[in-house]
């Protein structure tokens, strides 16, 4: 059985943000609108990481924040101008989406 997860995170300006996660290497995996006019839903996706982008002001009073494992933190962070910390369990850094939401990138320390 396989288990996955979307955190939903309050956007206001949906093509302003999909720019943003377009730097973190996500792509639109859909996108919903009950009628033209109305707030948008999007879901992005990298790999197995999934997010969802919500217009609705009843969805996710945020901001928010999300913690992604990835390969290279270090690309994370020079992408966006970040530092990287030394945690006990991985090197990460936090990045803030244009509508405040956190993220913050982790690449998992080697064992041994």
Do not use: K
């Amino acid at each position: 059985m396989t288990t996955l997860a979307a955190s939903v995170l309050r956007i206001t300006d949906l093509d302003r943000a999909l720019l943003w996660w377009v730097r973190l290497g996500f792509g639109e995996e859909f996108r919903h609108q009950f009628e033209p006019g109305l707030p948008w839903y999007v879901g992005i996706v990298r790999e197995e990481a999934r997010v969802h982008l919500s217009q609705h002001a009843g969805d996710a009073a945020g901001p928010g924040l999300v913690y992604l494992w990835v390969d290279d933190v270090d690309a994370v962070a020079a992408e966006f101008g970040a530092t990287v910390e030394d945690m006990p369990w991985a090197r990460d850094c936090e990045v803030v989406d244009p509508d405040g939401n956190r993220v913050r990138a982790a690449t998992a320390l080697s064992a041994g």
